[in-house]
């Protein structure tokens, strides 16, 4: 694995030495949570369907996207909070902050924004004079659009406000193969483009690409303060997006995603959540 392109965005501007301190004891005692013994977990659960997605949101609540479609949310104890069962499943899925569900669905080219419920209190769709094949969308932190068109391989921006592009940028991409793209987020002022082929491909506020982490077969990635990481087997990798450090720490057992959160260590593979208290 190998990191390209050692610069940083100039509007951002370095994380207070303190704030690191805090985020590197904390990812330690959750780590070391996911690795101890069985006295540390709290539940294991197992729903009815392969899980093809997870998320949490900052409250740390847990949140998955099944293979038939299903929407469910639990809470940090694994109690089920709510249920959706309507088709189709969305493209791509953000629960945020909890209250404002981020989801984009790719054949009716329309992203909702959901109550906790999982009902749609907002839909837009999404103008062809913005995006001839919008592949994948996601939620900015200013409440903007970003959106990924593979008609013309560029990484675009809808300001909301004005209805208007104010980021079109074309980006050099090694693969052609539009089915290679699975996940756009942003974080922090960046955009995060998802390529299996290739790996997780970092843009800076106005479009620019500006690194790539290396790191083929990828299916997800989240954030921990000022760090990026993913599972790989039994091992979770960490990437800081401002040094470029990078550091790793194995688990007890293998998985399909791992999610970390202030009270909690969600470690899921096919069908099953297990969850492990962090402290």
């Given at each position: 694995?190998?990191?390209?392109?050692?610069?940083?965005?100039?509007?951002?501007?370095?994380?207070?030495?303190?704030?690191?301190?805090?985020?590197?004891?904390?990812?330690?005692?959750?780590?070391?949570?996911?690795?101890?013994?069985?006295t540390r977990k709290i539940k294991t659960l197992e729903v009815s369907d392969t899980i093809r997605y997870a998320a949490v949101d900052r409250p740390g609540e847990l949140y998955i996207v099944t293979t038939s479609g299903q929407l469910q949310k639990f809470d940090t104890d694994g109690k089920l909070l709510a249920l959706h069962k309507d088709k189709p499943a969305p493209t791509l899925f953000d629960p945020r902050d909890g209250s404002r569900l981020f989801a984009f669905f790719r054949e009716s080219r329309q992203y909702n924004f959901l109550n906790p419920s999982?009902?749609?209190?907002?839909?837009?769709?999404?103008?062809?004079?913005?995006?001839?094949?919008?592949?994948?969308?996601?939620?900015?932190?200013?409440?903007?659009?970003?959106?990924?068109?593979?008609?013309?391989?560029?990484?675009?921006?809808?300001?909301?406000?004005?209805?208007?592009l104010s980021v079109e940028e074309v980006i050099e991409t090694k693969s052609k193969q539009k089915s290679n793209y699975t996940f756009l987020r942003?974080?922090?002022?960046?955009?995060?483009?998802?390529?299996?082929?290739?790996?997780?491909?970092i843009f800076n506020g106005v479009g620019k690409h500006i690194r790539t982490i290396a790191v083929k077969n990828l299916s997800y990635f989240n954030f921990l303060g000022e760090e990026l990481y993913y599972l790989q087997g039994d091992t979770l990798r960490f990437f800081d997006l401002f040094t470029t450090e990078t550091r790793e720490q194995k688990l007890a057992t293998q998985g399909n995603f791992a999610l970390i959160t202030d009270e909690r260590f969600f470690l899921i593979r096919k069908n099953i959540i297990e969850i492990y208290r962090a402290q």
């Amino acid at each position: 694995m190998k990191f390209t392109v050692r610069q940083y965005s100039r509007h951002h501007s370095p994380i207070p030495v303190y704030i690191k301190v805090y985020v590197l004891l904390l990812t330690g005692i959750l780590l070391y949570a996911s690795a101890s013994a069985q006295t540390r977990k709290i539940k294991t659960l197992e729903v009815s369907d392969t899980i093809r997605y997870a998320a949490v949101d900052r409250p740390g609540e847990l949140y998955i996207v099944t293979t038939s479609g299903q929407l469910q949310k639990f809470d940090t104890d694994g109690k089920l909070l709510a249920l959706h069962k309507d088709k189709p499943a969305p493209t791509l899925f953000d629960p945020r902050d909890g209250s404002r569900l981020f989801a984009f669905f790719r054949e009716s080219r329309q992203y909702n924004f959901l109550n906790p419920s999982f009902e749609a209190v907002q839909a837009f769709s999404i103008d062809s004079s913005f995006a001839t094949e919008p592949w994948l969308a996601c939620v900015s932190g200013d409440y903007n659009i970003w959106l990924f068109d593979v008609a013309d391989w560029t990484l675009k921006k809808i300001n909301t406000t004005t209805g208007a592009l104010s980021v079109e940028e074309v980006i050099e991409t090694k693969s052609k193969q539009k089915s290679n793209y699975t996940f756009l987020r942003e974080y922090q002022g960046f955009v995060f483009l998802l390529d299996v082929s290739e790996g997780i491909l970092i843009f800076n506020g106005v479009g620019k690409h500006i690194r790539t982490i290396a790191v083929k077969n990828l299916s997800y990635f989240n954030f921990l303060g000022e760090e990026l990481y993913y599972l790989q087997g039994d091992t979770l990798r960490f990437f800081d997006l401002f040094t470029t450090e990078t550091r790793e720490q194995k688990l007890a057992t293998q998985g399909n995603f791992a999610l970390i959160t202030d009270e909690r260590f969600f470690l899921i593979r096919k069908n099953i959540i297990e969850i492990y208290r962090a402290q």
